[in-house]
């Protein structure tokens, strides 16, 4: 049986630390149903992560049995420029941060929601890199020690020569997440902070 972990941090970097434990962080509703039902028949512990800010999302889910596959990520947007890699709650602010960098910047990014954590999904990854050669990890958590961190370590040693600059981690800073909701909203990834890092980075 699942885990399911309600937190204002996600815990994934705890959880992904643990030998045997399998992690999934979905960010739609249907990825909800569909993940949850491959948690509930895989043999292995799975910590099913649950982003609270995701709570009010409304999107229509399909009719019928959802089930979905665990250590796939999602292809939500295509470009040739940037790959923007994101989980659970950075999903709907890096897909709004990738239409604006098209609008204002000129830059077409690619957006993947890695959906699972354990087992990573490297491939769909360095299949974007391939084509766009610059790859941006945004994530909810500090930065120490971060899945960014562990997927940039991988891009170093499998995609290198894809690479045409510096992998960059966008994240929350390495500090306790403030419990007042103004201070939490200054401190996680935004959708303008995206956009502001990939810009600089690519210009």
Same mark, same amino acid.
């Given at each position: 049986?699942?885990?399911?972990?309600?937190? =204002?941090? @996600?815990?994934?970097?705890?959880?992904?630390?643990?030998?045997?434990?399998?992690? !999934?962080?979905? %960010? %739609?509703?249907?990825? !909800? !149903? +569909?993940?949850?039902?491959?948690?509930?028949?895989?043999?292995?512990?799975?910590?099913?992560?649950?982003? =609270? #800010?995701?709570?009010?999302? =409304?999107?229509?889910?399909?009719?019928?049995?959802?089930?979905?596959?665990? /250590?796939?990520? =999602?292809? @939500?947007?295509?470009?040739?420029?940037?790959?923007?890699?994101?989980? +659970?709650?950075?999903?709907?602010?890096?897909?709004?941060?990738?239409?604006? @960098?098209?609008?204002?910047? #000129?830059?077409?990014?690619?957006?993947?929601?890695?959906?699972?954590?354990?087992?990573?999904?490297?491939?769909?990854?360095?299949?974007?890199?391939?084509?766009?050669?610059?790859?941006?990890? !945004?994530?909810?958590?500090?930065?120490?020690?971060?899945? /960014?961190?562990?997927?940039?370590?991988?891009?170093?040693?499998? +995609?290198?020569? %894809?690479?045409?600059?510096?992998?960059?981690?966008?994240?929350?800073?390495?500090?306790?997440?403030?419990?007042?909701?103004? @201070?939490?909203?200054?401190?996680?990834?935004?959708?303008?902070?995206?956009?502001?890092?990939?810009?600089?980075?690519?210009?």
């Amino acid at each position: 049986m699942p885990r399911r972990v309600r937190a =204002k941090c @996600l815990l994934s970097n705890w959880a992904m630390a643990v030998p045997g434990l399998k992690v !999934v962080a979905p %960010s %739609s509703p249907a990825d !909800v !149903v +569909g993940l949850m039902a491959a948690a509930v028949r895989d043999p292995d512990p799975v910590v099913f992560l649950e982003a =609270k #800010g995701l709570y009010p999302t =409304k999107a229509e889910v399909p009719a019928g049995d959802i089930f979905d596959q665990l /250590g796939t990520a =999602k292809v @939500l947007r295509h470009g040739g420029d940037v790959t923007l890699v994101s989980l +659970g709650l950075m999903v709907p602010r890096t897909l709004a941060a990738a239409e604006q @960098l098209q609008q204002q910047h #000129g830059i077409d990014a690619t957006v993947v929601d890695l959906r699972s954590l354990v087992p990573l999904d490297v491939s769909t990854v360095l299949g974007s890199l391939e084509h766009t050669g610059r790859l941006f990890t !945004v994530e909810e958590n500090p930065r120490l020690c971060g899945w /960014g961190a562990e997927l940039v370590s991988i891009v170093a040693e499998e +995609g290198f020569t %894809s690479l045409d600059g510096p992998p960059v981690r966008i994240t929350t800073p390495h500090v306790p997440l403030p419990a007042a909701d103004a @201070l939490e909203d200054a401190t996680l990834p935004s959708t303008a902070r995206i956009v502001e890092t990939v810009a600089k980075s690519v210009d």
